[in-house]
């Protein structure tokens, strides 16, 4: 094989370059995407350890002169009123995204199994029915559920920000856990009913565990889903003890609008738990897809 | 152990009949292969028996018990896969064991168990490993020992054997037989190999398109089969079919091929070929009760010589005969070339005579 | 025949009759229990709206009225957004919006997945920070842009300044001719990490023999990719096109926080002008005709999307 190539890139010394060619262009193309992704956050970064004067100047102070975290301690000092606030936030987006990841989890993985395994009648256009829920946009359903959650009475808690976050994640948790349990040979469980396992067991006890990195990119998304979510939030909560990280830093930025260090320090605070999480469990999540979804 | 017995047995999805009234006994301590080609329904009528599928109509009694309306896990059976469905997230110990645990055996008893399967088996040393470290061959005894640490009543074997590659085969087949033979379990065996089954089999029962087509012992299948379809079936290389034209007369009777040559019958298969119901009958016989001769002897069909196999200890010489191909199997020391002009005598008393339009196999009386 | 699986049964199943549906419901009862809690909590969240949405479409709810004193206007709705010319400029911005977006995020992605694909020292850290974008809330993201883009202090404009391409900071998202290309540049910071890690496990399923058969047969790289990788993605590609397609037309965040919409309209797309004739003018009639439209389309895009995965389906039946 190696001598093949060989005498073929010493008869034309023209393609060995353009092989190069290739290799040198993705290098520089991965540069160029690193530095688009990353400076932006960079800038953050910086900008969130600069005082507020040092940060408005021109030209800026391309590295902090006199780094600071003020911004950080305002921001977690449960003494003053934003260290309050912010702390809270936080606290609020916590408790609703574990509340939909918990509960999409619960629901979804029993309805992909279903849509795995069984052959009821109506199974694809069940299927392809909440596959569909991805197609529409969250205004679409804003006003008439404002209206329904008033009815019931769940405006401004917490309650229907996650029954409304569970269908955002349901369809890709459905989805990809399906591919899953479609690769999961039938035979197993089979094998677990012969040797004493009812239905429930055979799923609790085999095929759940090997579906696990499913489960838990399933749980990554929709932790992260509810976590960032925005458009609920800003128009289902208006108490301020309610409002969620995104929303409220929002309202902390229209009352504080030159705060840009804080603004900044705030941002980078809100994206540390998804990021961090995800970047412990994205394996699981690539490893989801490839199983999962994009195998079909 | 316990016998197990099919009755009008039906499995049917939409329109489609998977198995067709099929009743099989199978006694205490037998073995028994469930043959046939793909989707003839035996490993459907297998899922039925498991309690994996649930019968259309008919009966299952595993022991004096109908089991139709009960769950596996309470039908007191053990089952091998094909593809060995070992818990993939579980050691070898832990498989061997989750069948006890699910019976709720205390600790001590399924530790005894499980030690005692692997010593039969020996495979002590590899208790601790996952699946996916060991070979075919090692996940195929696991899943044996998973089946027969419980001691069930019945054990289930879905084509155990087929992923193997051929060598282990032969050896496990032999395992598998030595297992019933110590155990005197009752064992149902599914198979497409007609091999494993005639090899490994007290009885065979022969299905094709979800029917069964015959019942029987392995010799009994091969000497006498009921039809034109265990016949091609069952025995390797399969058994030649020559469609011919029958005509009686004078007490005795002779097939004529449409390529002009006539064979004259015993008296005996005279008989046979009055009972059939039409003048076309097909000639079936085994490469083994064919003789090749090289010059012509009275008696002998005139053919010519196909393709050559040796195989070392036995050549296979395949010839033309009225549009069907007949196999024989000679000596290595006689050279048989492609295309020579040979000579065929049929052995009248181990042929087989079937009546082309109901297929089935013609008998004396 | 070997393994009678569901699927098998479904396959081998013939189309059955409409009494013969009922008794196969009856007989699959058990099953619909585990589709049950999706199905329920989809119904209450999407057959409603929808039902809801359509209704109110048809009418007039001045400001300051209560909804349910709406009063019925028949299509007039429909026909004020038709003749509006705020409607051509907003849909304008949203092709544009849409278009760019997914086919540049998809490129990029798609690239990214490639130049990643062969292993390097560092590899797996690029690829982690190279997914942040689309971790991180799009709130943050447009307020990090914001801050960036500044007209004042922001630090492009002062780039641009310190090497002389520019006497002053450019005002990128206050001027009508620069605003929807630098939302789009930050709203492909966000998503062409999505491109990628679709890419990236579709590339993960191209068979390495069939690369290495090409590779026999005398194709360079720009061959053994067009003939081999690039068709074996065609699926994964289409799914996450369309996606992305989707996910773009249905943007809220970014326009909103960063611009709201202006200067005049200039970034104004459907999504965040529908909300604001909504709840910023009180003009629920209209909004929700626009919804039905918005509707009308997104179940055509839908079409393509279900057909693309049940494309997926069909393959993996027959594997």
Not at chain 2, 93 to 118: C, H, S, T, W
Not at chain 3, 141 to 168: C, M, Q
Not at chain 3, 265 to 273: D, F, G, L, P, V
Not at chain 3, 284 to 293: N, P, Q, R
């Amino acid at each position: 094989m190696s001598t093949v190539s060989e005498t073929i890139s010493r008869g034309q010394p023209a393609r060995r370059l353009r092989i190069d060619g290739w290799r040198w262009g993705g290098r520089a193309f991965l540069v160029f995407m690193l530095l688009y992704t990353a400076l932006p956050m960079i800038w953050m970064l910086l900008t969130s350890i600069k005082s507020g004067f040092a940060a408005m100047q021109f030209p800026p102070q391309w590295w902090p002169d006199q780094p600071t975290l003020a911004s950080y301690q305002k921001l977690l000092d449960p003494q003053n009123s934003v260290g309050q606030d912010f702390l809270r936030f936080f606290w609020n987006s916590l408790i609703v995204s574990t509340a939909t990841t918990i509960l999409s989890v619960i629901v979804a993985v029993p309805a992909a199994y279903a849509f795995s395994r069984f052959t009821f009648p109506g199974r694809n256009f069940l299927f392809f029915a909440v596959l569909l829920r991805n197609m529409f946009p969250a205004v679409i359903f804003l006003v008439p559920l404002f209206i329904l959650m008033r009815a019931i009475g769940l405006v401004n808690t917490h309650g229907s920000l996650v029954l409304t976050y569970l269908t955002f994640g349901l369809p890709l948790a459905i989805w990809l856990l399906k591919g899953f349990y479609d690769n999961i040979p039938v035979q197993l469980e089979q094998a677990a009913r012969i040797d004493g396992a009812t239905r429930f067991q055979a799923f609790i006890l085999i095929v759940m565990p090997l579906s696990a990195p499913g489960i838990i990119a399933t749980a990554i998304y929709s932790f992260i889903g509810a976590w960032n979510e925005y458009i609920y939030a800003y128009t289902f909560l208006s108490k301020n003890e309610q409002l969620t990280l995104p929303v409220g830093i929002q309202r902390f930025f229209s009352e504080n609008t030159t705060d840009f260090p804080g603004l900044m320090a705030a941002s980078f605070m809100m994206s540390v738990p998804v990021v961090v999480l995800f970047l412990l469990l994205q394996r699981y999540f690539v490893r989801a897809l490839t199983e999962g979804a994009v195998k079909h | 152990m316990a016998h197990v017995v099919l009755k009008d047995l039906v499995k049917t999805y939409g329109s489609f009949k998977a198995v067709n009234e099929v009743s099989l006994t199978i006694n205490d301590g037998e073995f028994v292969a469930l043959v046939g080609p793909s989707g003839c329904g035996k490993t459907t009528t297998l899922n039925l028996v498991a309690g994996l599928t649930s019968a259309t109509s008919g009966d299952i009694f595993i022991g004096d018990r109908v089991v139709n309306d009960l769950d596996p896990k309470d039908r007191d059976i053990a089952m091998v896969f094909q593809n060995y469905a070992l818990y993939p997230q579980k050691s070898v110990y832990m498989n061997l064991a989750f069948p006890l645990q699910m019976r709720k055996l205390p600790k001590g008893e399924i530790d005894r168990k499980v030690r005692e399967a692997a010593r039969v088996l020996d495979m002590t040393q590899l208790l601790e490993r996952k699946p996916r470290e060991l070979s075919g061959g090692q996940q195929q005894r696991v899943a044996l020992g998973r089946a027969l640490v419980r001691d069930p009543a019945v054990f289930l074997m879905d084509e155990p054997l087929s992923n193997l590659d051929a060598k282990l085969r032969v050896q496990m087949r032999s395992e598998i037989k030595r297992f019933h033979q110590d155990l005197k379990a009752t064992i149902i065996y599914v198979t497409h190999d007609q091999l494993e089954a005639v090899t490994m089999a007290d009885r065979m029962a022969v299905m094709n398109g979800g029917y069964l087509q015959q019942y029987d012992s392995p010799a009994q299948v091969f000497a006498h089969p009921a039809n034109m379809f265990v016949a091609s079936f069952v025995g390797s290389p399969a058994m030649s079919l020559i469609p011919l034209e029958a005509s009686m007369g004078n007490g005795g009777a002779v097939l004529t091929s449409a390529e002009g040559w006539s064979l004259e019958l015993s008296p005996r298969n005279a008989q046979k070929v009055a009972r059939a119901t039409t003048k076309k009958v097909v000639l079936g016989a085994r490469h083994s009760t064919i003789k090749l001769h090289k010059s012509a002897v009275p008696g002998a069909i005139p053919a010519k010589a196909y393709t050559v196999e040796p195989t070392g200890d036995v050549t296979f010489v395949q010839a033309l005969l009225s549009g069907a191909i007949v196999n024989i199997s000679v000596s290595p020391n006689i050279a048989v070339t492609p295309d020579e002009q040979i000579w065929l005598e049929f052995d009248q008393e181990r042929m087989h005579l079937f009546d082309s339009e109901t297929e089935m196999a013609l008998e004396a009386n | 025949m070997t393994i009678v699986s569901g699927k098998a049964e479904a396959r081998r199943r013939l189309q059955p009759a409409t009494s013969d549906v009922l008794r196969k419901m009856w007989e699959h009862r058990a099953d619909y229990a585990y589709v049950l809690p999706a199905i329920a909590v989809m119904l209450i969240v999407i057959a409603y709206p929808i039902y809801y949405t359509i209704e109110l479409s048809f009418f007039n709810t001045p400001p300051g009225l209560q909804l349910r004193d709406k009063i019925f206007v028949g299509f007039n709705n429909y026909t004020a957004i038709l003749t509006s010319g705020v409607f051509w400029q907003v849909t304008f911005n949203t092709l544009i919006w849409t278009a760019a977006s997914t086919f540049i995020s998809f490129v990029l992605g798609f690239a990214a997945a490639l130049a990643l694909h062969r292993d390097f020292i560092g590899r797996g850290i690029l690829r982690a920070i190279l997914i942040i974008p689309w971790v991180i809330s799009a709130v943050a993201a447009s307020y990090i842009w914001k801050w960036i883009y500044h007209s004042d202090f922001g630090i492009i404009g002062a780039v641009l300044v310190e090497l002389g391409w520019a006497t002053r900071p450019p005002n990128f998202i206050d001027s009508v001719s620069t605003v929807l290309p630098s939302l789009i540049v930050v709203n492909i910071w966000r998503e062409f990490p999505f491109a990628m890690i679709m890419m990236t496990a579709g590339l993960q399923t191209v068979p390495e023999q069939l690369l290495r058969a090409a590779k026999v047969d005398g194709a360079n790289a720009w061959q053994r990719f067009w003939h081999v990788t690039f068709p074996h993605l065609r699926n994964v590609s289409t799914v996450t096109i369309l996606l992305l397609a989707v996910a773009n037309f249905n943007s809220f965040i970014i326009p909103w926080i960063m611009t709201g919409g202006g200067p005049s309209n200039a970034s104004h797309i459907w999504i965040t002008h529908i909300y604001e004739l909504a709840f910023g003018r009180q003009r629920w009639g209209v909004a929700s005709a626009y919804s039905v439209l918005l509707f009308i389309i997104l179940m055509t895009l839908g079409y393509f999307y279900v057909r693309a995965l049940s494309g997926n389906e069909r393959k993996d039946g027959s594997a």
